[in-house]
Structure formats: structure tokens, C-alpha cells
């Protein structure tokens, strides 16, 4: 990528509050135009071929035996995918199915250092399998499988060999994905393709490099997830679904003592008057920062990291504060840290049952390459 993070001028600015830094904008994003056109073109091509099933004439046949759910998003960045893998995963098994989740794997560089599909459990290393790989084991329920591997057909074909009671899979990211090969609910078929945005949205509405976007905002999908607090986001294609959820913060916990826990308000009570800061490796971190401030904490310094970054322990000693809070999804790298001052702040994703029946539904369809 040509950003280690999202630029400004990736999102909508104001003419009328900033009229220089909107001007600034727009002109840098005008002259990558011609990238984003060539980019463009090669999306649009690569749809045609999954379209027209040449795909499948290369080797790309169906991707997995039972349903497929793909947690995905249009623009780069941490949109919410992986509280809404977990939260997903979670119903599912609470409703009697056999779940399984599988994703990419951490690639440094944009090369895996995997060979071959693997299984990650709670103690697995995030530097080799991801750090949200590692999150996910740590917070669904331990029948639920998780396999990376970047060639996601095979990291299927490997879940299910190891792990044949399973009935649906779950893919974290993978909707640009021509491997995996899927019917979707609006076609008729029992696998599903839902989209996750934020507050950002769309930004500026431009493809990579000109703007944030993997590909078309207009993009079909069976549903859209809206993550957060804002007015949901309609946008003008036929979507058949769309949904607003609301992450969840009850408590948080030291770091590396999960087990003592406590509430924000009783938190905010020992710490009254006392230094705060945060510091996040996400995809979208003044999200963190904003509802870390929503609940009444007054944040005095806060350290943005590129997503997936490691938070090394030159970065605690620098901040001069008396309590720094974390992700969870930054906890899982933090092993050999010692600080007492770090706290970890967990968040859940409440699922309506509009959603889970939905999902159920559609995946409880009959085999449409059976019929």
C-alpha cells in the first residue's frame, strides 16, 4: 500500500469550515485519479470473470461445502469485521449450529508467513497467525474452530477436515476474495455477503489510491452492518438488508488479569483526578479514543499506531499518565509487557434477532448445487 494509514484526504471535508485543507484535499486526490482508474479497471475485470464462471474454469470451483457468511467491507481499514465475526459465531452456536471461522492471517509486508492453513487457539502467537485471529479464540466459545491461511478454499478444506461436524463457515474479510466462490442469499443460493461500515463510510467516494475504496460503493451485497451510533447509511443500490448495531463497553480489567474486572463507573471513581491516556494499533483508532470519551473519561494524551502494529514497551514508558487504556485486539500482543498502569477496555456487539433469524434462515436453505 502507498499509506501505512488512512491519509485525510481519503475522507469528506468541509469547504465552507476549511476551505484550504478541502481544497488541499481534493487536489491530491484528483491527481491519483488516473491510479484509481487503473485499479478500477482491474476490479472490473476480475468481476467479469467470476461472472462469467471462468473462474471456476481455472480451478476456482465452489469454495466450501456448507454455507459461507463473509464479514467484509468496501473501504481499507477496520470497519468493525471482527466484533461481528465473533458476536455472529457465538449465536450461531447458541442456537445449535456447528460454526466455523476462517481469515487471512497476519501478513506482514503483505507476504504470509504461513505454509500452510493453521489452527489458532488462545495461546497461539499473533505474530505468526494474527492478532485478530487470537482475539477471536479468546472470545468465542472453544467448540468453535479458527483456521488462517491466505488461499481461503484451502483453509476451508483443512477446517473441515480436521473439523466435519462443523455446518457454516465464517470468513473474516475475504468479499474481494475470487477464491471464494459462493451463491449468494439474492441469487437464490444459502451463502451470504455482508458488508460492514462506520461512521466514515464511504469517504470521498474514490477507489484506491484516490480514496479509501477496495472497490464500487454500489457494490452488491446481501446486507449492510452499520457499526456505531451514527445515522445509518442508506445507500442508492438494492440492498435487501441493512442493519445498525451499537458496540457495548460494561467493564474493563488490567492487563493480563481478565479476572478482575470492573465497571467504568466504578473505574472512573478511583481514578478521578488521575492522568488518562490510550493508545490503539486499529484500523479506525479515534473510534477507541471517541468512546473511551463518551463515557466520561478525559483522555490527556492518546498514541495512534498503524493497524496491527505492536505496542512496545518504549511506547508505555513515554507516556506520562497514571492509567493508559487498550484494545483488546492490542492486548494480544502485549505479552511480555508489565505495566500496571494498562488497562484493557473489552467491547461486545449486541446481535438483534431480526439479524440472527435472518442469518439463520438463509443458511438453512436447501443445497442449490443439489437441486
Given at each position: ?301 492518546t498514541l495512534s499506531l498503524p493497524d496491527h502494529a505492536t505496542i512496545k514497551n518504549t511506547d508505555i514508558a513515554n507516556i506520562e499518565a497514571e492509567c493508559i487504556f487498550i484494545t483488546e485486539k492490542d492486548a ?40
Amino acid at each position: 500500500m502507498l499509506f501505512k494509514s488512512a491519509p485525510r484526504f481519503w475522507e469528506k471535508s468541509s469547504f465552507a469550515k476549511e476551505p484550504i485543507r478541502s481544497l488541499i484535499d481534493r487536489l491530491i486526490s484528483a491527481i491519483l485519479l488516473p491510479l484509481a482508474w487503473v485499479y478500477g479497471l482491474l476490479v472490473w475485470l476480475k468481476q467479469i470473470l467470476t461472472d462469467t464462471g471462468i473462474t471456476q474454469t481455472l480451478g476456482m470451483h465452489r469454495a466450501a461445502p456448507v454455507p459461507l457468511i463473509i464479514v467484509g467491507n468496501i473501504r481499507v481499514g477496520g470497519t468493525g469485521k471482527t466484533p461481528l465475526v465473533i458476536a455472529l459465531a457465538n449465536a450461531l452456536f447458541e442456537e445449535g449450529f456447528r460454526p466455523g471461522i476462517i481469515s487471512r492471517g497476519y501478513q506482514p509486508n503483505g507476504q504470509s508467513i504461513l505454509e500452510a492453513p493453521q489452527e489458532v487457539t488462545q495461546s497461539s502467537n499473533p505474530n505468526t497467525v494474527g492478532d485478530e485471529p487470537v482475539l477471536m479464540a479468546q472470545r468465542i466459545h472453544q467448540q468453535i474452530p479458527i483456521w488462517v491461511f491466505p488461499k481461503r478454499a484451502l483453509c476451508i478444506n483443512a477446517l473441515l477436515k480436521a473439523h466435519p461436524e462443523v455446518n457454516v463457515i465464517i470468513s473474516d474479510d475475504g468479499l474481494q476474495h475470487a477464491g471464494l466462490v459462493r451463491w449468494p442469499a439474492r441469487e437464490g443460493g444459502r451463502d451470504l455477503e455482508l458488508v460492514v461500515e462506520d461512521e466514515r463510510g464511504n469517504g470521498n467516494g474514490r477507489l484506491l489510491p484516490a480514496g479509501p475504496l477496495r472497490e464500487s460503493p454500489h457494490r452488491e451485497r446481501d446486507a449492510t452492518i452499520s457499526i456505531g451510533t451514527h445515522p445509518l447509511i442508506v445507500n442508492s443500490l438494492a440492498t435487501e438488508k441493512s442493519f445498525q448495531l451499537t458496540p457495548e463497553i460494561d467493564s474493563v480489567y488490567p492487563l493480563h488479569r481478565p479476572n478482575e474486572s470492573q465497571s467504568i463507573p466504578e473505574l472512573l471513581t478511583k481514578l478521578a483526578g488521575l492522568k488518562l491516556a490510550a493508545i490503539a494499533a486499529i484500523g479506525n483508532p479515534n473510534k477507541f479514543f471517541e468512546a473511551l470519551s463518551g463515557l466520561g473519561m478525559h483522555l490527556e494524551h492518546t498514541l495512534s499506531l498503524p493497524d496491527h502494529a505492536t505496542i512496545k514497551n518504549t511506547d508505555i514508558a513515554n507516556i506520562e499518565a497514571e492509567c493508559i487504556f487498550i484494545t483488546e485486539k492490542d492486548a494480544v500482543k502485549c505479552a511480555t509487557i508489565e505495566d500496571q498502569r494498562i488497562w484493557v477496555v473489552p467491547m461486545h456487539l449486541p446481535l438483534p434477532n431480526e439479524l440472527i433469524h435472518w442469518v439463520q434462515e438463509v443458511i438453512q436453505r436447501p443445497d442449490p448445487y443439489q437441486r
